[in-house]
T-cell receptor
Framework: AQTVTQSQPEMSVQEAETVTLSCTYD???????LFWYKQPPSRQMILVIR??????QNATENRFSVNFQKAAKSFSLKISDSQLGDAAMYFC????????????FGTGTRLQVFP | DVKVTQSSRYLVKRTGEKVFLECVQD?????MFWYRQDPGLGLRLIYF???????EKGDIPEGYSVSREKKERFSLILESASTNQTSMYLC?????????????FGPGTRLTVL
């Protein structure tokens, strides 16, 4: 069975600095998707970034980028130029490339941003 | 933009009550999901549905049932609520097709069972 591990329950960063959130996963599949979701205090989960396993290039969305290491089964999220609005719970998620659409989530990392 | 709405943000029920949580999406998505979120456990899938009247068990279906009579609406039912079902419940929907692999979430319902 696939599992997703986020080993950092809490992280903090100074405004304008860079922070990296860690995620590792376990799977025997070769093709799959990986996601980072953000859940602000208002609770609506929003997609931050997605990565397709067959693509070697790391995904980037503005200030958010990932470091995808397929062999190591690692999928970290880097937030550059952190802003106060980045404070939230961040969840890493895995999905097999099949028709079940089932997401497997990690336990989350709470990110605090200090001015 | 995709919009997923849930019937209540906060709900307080008593042990043994039958509880209905409703979710509606406006993007004609085929797939809908119910998760519960607990501190330290992340999100866990309860049930999902890939078509009207179709349902599949997720990882923690015990104590729950679901109903999908219309494509846009997916209901989670607690037949006899118990205190260990106190949690945050999140609904999500997703379309199907090439390159469509993102789930969109509702705002969540915080359920307290006394």
């Amino acid at each position: 069975a696939q599992t997703v591990t986020q080993s950092q329950p809490e992280m903090s960063v100074q405004e304008a600095e860079t922070v990296t959130l860690s995620c590792t996963y376990d799977t025997s599949e070769s093709d799959y998707y990986l996601f980072w979701y953000k859940q602000p205090p208002s609770r609506q989960m929003i997609l931050v970034i997605r990565q397709e396993a067959y693509k070697q290039q790391n995904a980037t969305e503005n200030r958010f980028s990932v470091n995808f290491q397929k062999a190591a089964k690692s999928f970290s999220l880097k937030i550059s130029d952190s802003q106060l609005g980045d404070a939230a719970m961040y969840f890493c998620a895995y999905r097999r490339r099949d028709n079940t659409d089932k997401l497997i989530f990690g336990t989350g990392t709470r990110l605090q941003v200090f001015p | 933009d995709v919009k997923v709405t849930q019937s209540s943000r906060y709900l307080v029920k008593r042990t043994g009550e039958k509880v209905f949580l409703e979710c509606v999406q406006d993007m004609d998505h085929e797939n809908m999901f119910w998760y519960r979120q607990d501190p330290g456990l992340g999100l866990r899938l309860i049930y999902f549905s890939y078509d009207v009247k179709m349902k599949e068990k997720g990882d923690i279906p015990e104590g729950y049932s679901v109903s999908r009579e219309k494509k846009e609406r997916f209901s989670l039912i607690l037949e006899s609520a118990s205190t260990n079902q106190t949690s945050m419940y999140l609904c999500a929907s997703k379309g199907t097709g090439f390159l469509v692999d993102t789930q969109y979430f509702g705002p969540g319902t915080r359920l307290t069972v006394l």
